[in-house]
């Protein structure tokens, strides 16, 4: 079929304006509360925030306007060998707190990143293009142990930096990406029983830091000056917000370790209350369920499976961030999606809706029908 020209108003007018206004509702969010913290936080965090914010917006338009499948054809391997630097860099030359090495620090340069928020992007894109080439055969043996090993892969490479949020998240996209593809359910049984077989082995594997983590995760008044004094401040403070909370200037529970980041909305909580925790949970599941319909009228099956690993990023770690927030999932560090403080999270989350505006806005560039190839 032949290919038609788009300009460059069309591709405007053909971004998802539904998407578009879920993130930055989300993101603007984020800057009024940590605004409103800044008499405990400081104008740093509003600063920093916000300048990231412009950098995402502009990465998302960037990336929209190019043709997702061209981008990712003309990047081929090397996708796969940036993200294996990237992790490989954190592994021996990474830095972190309470066990992890998850951060990477330039020479002079004061902010670090988070090579991992950028590998899931990797992942996500050579995961998919692995799911289309086997995607006829999907159950055979051969093609299944292939994509265990490709998903293996990225998590042995994760967890080797101590990052045990993180991991979870690559098992999370794994799953979700395989269920799209087709996998069999019997292979998900299989698995979920090998685990429960594995799981005290795996539980030993564990270093004693992410064991307690769990521990008194589940657990926190089991450690509340320790593992669990976080979880509890947070539940304390999402308490104290009722349903419209002390206002945005107002709040006196929030100011504890990290609630400026993993815990920030427990801070949206005391200061905006349930109704501000409302909005922000309208706008994720807004966003995913927009995310999942672009994913049904993909132009490409390899585009429908990138969509559906964003799907599983944004819920993993809005889940995982939320349930800790209540005091009710292990605090393993995973950030809110949008919303909590953090350059590479939100980067790497503006440039995952850049992926999917792509995906949107050349959806029609073969005539409404969708390629195999």
Partial sequence: MREFSVSLKEKIRQIDYVVLFCVLGMNLLSILTLAGASSEFGTRFVI??????????????????????????????????????????????????????????????????????????CFIITFSQHIKRVQGEINHIKNVLLLGIHAIFYFALILATGDLGSALVFLGITIVMLLVGGLSMWYFIGAAAVLVILSPFLWEALSETQQNRIIFGFNPEGDPL??????????????????????MFGGSQFNFSDSYSDFLFAVLA???????????????????????????????????????????????QSLENIGMCLAMLPVIGITLPF?????????????????????????????????KS
């Fill in 270 to 316: 005391e200061k905006f209350g349930f109704f501000g925790c409302f909005i922000y949970i309208s706008l994720m599941a807004t966003l995913i369920i927009r995310i999942l319909w672009i994913a049904r009228i993909a132009r490409k099956d390899y585009g429908a499976y990138m969509c559906a690993g964003v799907v599983a990023v944004l819920l993993c």
């Fill in 48 to 121: 920093v925030q916000s300048a990231m914010s412009v950098a995402g917006i502009f990465l998302m338009f960037t990336i929209s306007y190019f043709d997702y499948d061209k981008l990712i054809k003309a990047a081929g391997i090397w996708v796969l060998v940036f993200a294996t630097i990237l992790m490989l860099a954190v592994i021996f030359f990474g830095e972190g707190i309470r066990g992890n090495r998850n951060w990477l620090y330039l020479p002079g340069i004061p902010i670090g990143i988070q090579p991992s928020e950028f590998t899931k992007i």
């Fill in 226 to 247: 320790g593992k669990g004094f976080q979880a509890l401040c947070s539940r304390r403070a999402i308490a104290a917000g009722g349903f419209l909370g002390a206002g």
């Fill in 339 to 371: 919303f909590s403080y953090g350059g590479s999270s939100l980067l790497a989350s503006y440039i995952m809706i850049g992926l999917v505006q792509s995906i949107k806005s050349h959806n029609q560039k073969y005539f409404f029908e969708r390629e």
